[in-house]
């Protein structure tokens, strides 16, 4: 499930296969971009912003890409057989000499100046993971609809820029309060902590090929270690009606809208206060990938 940390890393791939060299082969297949053509053009860097990828490319052009939830860039050394799907979910191939980077199912593709890149990505927050982060204005951002549900607010990426379902429900259990609670109503020194607590989970993350949220919690940590078995990654997401890691009682899960869905969310019902779902809007668990 790309978030803030998994299109960090795709753009850090993307970024040392492609910036400073010239582009051989370009194709791009989306039918608004099937005359456009990259080739001779040296791309210049790949940001990341949020959960959006720029590919910024001589000739004040960017190549805007967003995963969404099923999305994927993977770059490919010269000869190297390709392996991310079928040939028909490929909408972006860019190569150069070395290296050939492949986009699949990616939602949203367009080519734009790099001048109008807030055409984009100008309605994003701060973003967690980027040289804009600023934790007050993030804050005061989550705070402007008190009564909005904070998972709710978590998730909208014009509050700030990079969290999404997984790193919702893990930043809500570390907290201590469920996803529904009016994020007005979260207690003034967890209100404060939240954006440090946020980048720290995200930053921690960016490195790693398997998320996990457990491992800088010593007490977790030990009483999994002494029964010889690795603590499990994640506090919530996914574990559901697993017991909970800290007192034992189930996990739950339920929807939760985003504004555009419903996501399964996770909480634990005794570590976590506030208000939940009712037991009629329940739902049962389902496979996840949290990578």
Known sequence: MPEGDTVWQAARRLHSALAGKVLIRSDLRVPRLATADLTGRTVLDVTPRGKHLLTRIEGNLTLHSHLRMDGSWKVFAHGQRWAGGPAHQIRAILGNAAHTAVGYRLPVLELLRTSDE????????????????????????????????????????????????????ELCFLLGVTPWLPVGHLPADRAAHLPELAKRLLEDNRDRPIRRTTVTHADTT???????????????YGRAPRPCLRCGTRIRVADQGDGSRERPTYWCPTCQRGPSPAPTRERRNRPHTAG
């Open 222 to 236: 030990r009483a999994t270690a002494s029964a010889g078995r690795r603590a499990p990654d994640l506090f919530v």
């Open 118 to 169: 807030d055409r984009a990505v100008g309605h994003l927050g701060p973003d967690l993971l980027g040289p804009d982060w600023d934790p007050g204005v993030a804050l005061a951002n989550l705070l402007k609809d008190p009564e909005r549900p904070l998972g709710e607010a978590l998730l909208d990426q014009r509050n700030l820029a990079g969290i999404g379902n997984v790193f919702k429900s």
